[in-house]
């Protein structure tokens, strides 16, 4: 599968099930959208985080933690209004990994919405939307 296709794929899934509502965050889960969009998006230059961790989480969906030597922490709300929400975080916290990763700092300025235009466009998926308080 080329990233064409990947993408492809991505947006065949937002556009046949990102309404729905019912289903069960796992690890599994995130680790097949993990690598999905880390090889449609990113150029599978991502680490998978070192820990992923699934829980309620107050007042944001998603959170990315800075670890030693590039790595990330990655923490997952267990709710989700629907299968698009949590791509769409995923991805969020995606672009935080690949900030710590490749330019030493996490942020939501230019760096964070520099991806805006590539993710609206070949996933059309919004970006951006749920910043966390930090
Ligand atoms: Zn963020």
Redo the contacts with the bound molecule.
């Keep these: 599968m080329d990233k064409f296709k990947a993408r492809e794929k991505i947006k065949k899934h937002i556009r046949s099930q990102g309404k729905t509502e019912d289903f069960e965050v796992t690890h599994t889960l995130i680790y097949y959208w993990w690598n999905l969009l880390n090889y449609a998006i990113f150029d599978s230059i991502l680490e998978y985080p070192k820990k992923v961790t699934i829980r309620n989480i107050k007042d944001q969906k998603g959170a990315c933690f800075p670890l030693k030597e590039g790595f990330v922490g990655l923490q997952m709300d267990k709710e989700f209004d629907n299968k698009e929400q949590f791509i769409e975080v995923l991805v969020?916290e995606m672009v935080?990994a690949y900030q710590w990763q490749v330019e030493g700092k996490m942020t939501?300025g230019k760096t964070f919405f520099k991806w805006k235009p590539k993710i609206s466009q070949q996933l059309k998926l919004p970006f951006g939307r749920f910043?966390?308080v930090q």
């Design positions: 969020h935080h939501h910043v966390e």
